[in-house]
């Protein structure tokens, strides 16, 4: 799986749109860009995942640049409970099935 | 649906015993399951992987004498911490799939507490 790097620590104010970065420079033609959160002392969540398309769901919106290298991910409107680390992953699922975790943006959502 | 439970959500050991986690896809089959630990304020590390009637697949540095995987079934996977000590108080979390190209369904974890 490629390496992805991420901001170690990102605040956002109650309400406001969290915008997540992360770069995959050395993504492959098919890795996917996974993203999941962890809340604290509980497993990780699914967030949304894409491979070149914007891709939005009811959590959140995945924006990947046009040369894939990399991308944002957008909590519309984040509430206290969005307070988690966010972990962005690049992964081809078809090849191998192992997610590997790098450190992630630890988000605090400020009241 | 996509429901992956662990038992216990967490123990307390005495050093030199053995413990058993259990992880259950709760509504689907999973061919695959996955076993990660995680320390305080790290990120979650990967263990070994685990296929359904075969032998689990062990990540570099993990001693599989002492993390024993049994994924019986499609349904059941096990970890047992063999001999504990202090240093394997951890987070313990499991994952599963239904295979290839399928998402992966994570558990809410087990905290272990060695002492």
């Known amino acids: 799986d490629a390496k992805t790097t991420q901001p170690p620590s990102m605040d956002c104010a109650e309400g406001r749109a969290a915008n997540l970065p992360c770069n995959h420079s050395t993504i492959s033609g098919n890795e996917y860009v996974y993203w999941y959160r962890q809340i604290h002392s509980q497993g990780p969540q699914y967030i949304i995942h894409g491979l070149k398309n914007n891709e939005t769901n009811e959590m959140a919106s995945l924006i990947i640049t046009e040369d894939r290298k990399s991308s944002t991910l957008i909590l519309p409107h984040a509430t206290l409970r969005d307070t988690a680390v966010y972990y962005c992953i690049a992964h081809n699922p078809n090849r191998d099935d192992k997610i590997i975790f790098g450190k992630g943006t630890r988000l605090h959502i400020l009241p | 649906g996509a429901v992956v439970s662990q038992h216990p959500s967490w123990v307390i050991c005495k050093s030199g015993t053995s413990v058993k986690i259990e992880c259950r896809s709760l509504?689907?089959?999973?061919?695959?399951m996955f076993w990660y630990r995680q320390f305080p304020k790290q990120s979650l590390m990967l263990m070994a992987t685990?296929?359904?009637?075969?032998?689990?697949?062990?990540e570099q540095g993990v001693e599989k004498d002492k993390f024993l995987i049994n994924h019986a079934s499609l349904t059941l996977s096990t970890l047992t911490v063999t001999s504990a000590h202090p240093e394997d108080s951890s987070f313990y979390i499991c994952?599963?799939?239904?295979?290839?190209?399928?998402?992966?369904?994570f558990g809410p974890g087990t905290r272990l507490t060695v002492t």
């Open positions: 685990s296929n359904e009637g075969s032998k689990a697949t062990y």
């Open positions: 509504d689907f089959q999973a061919t695959t």
């Open positions: 994952s599963a799939s239904r295979g290839p190209s399928y998402e992966q369904y």
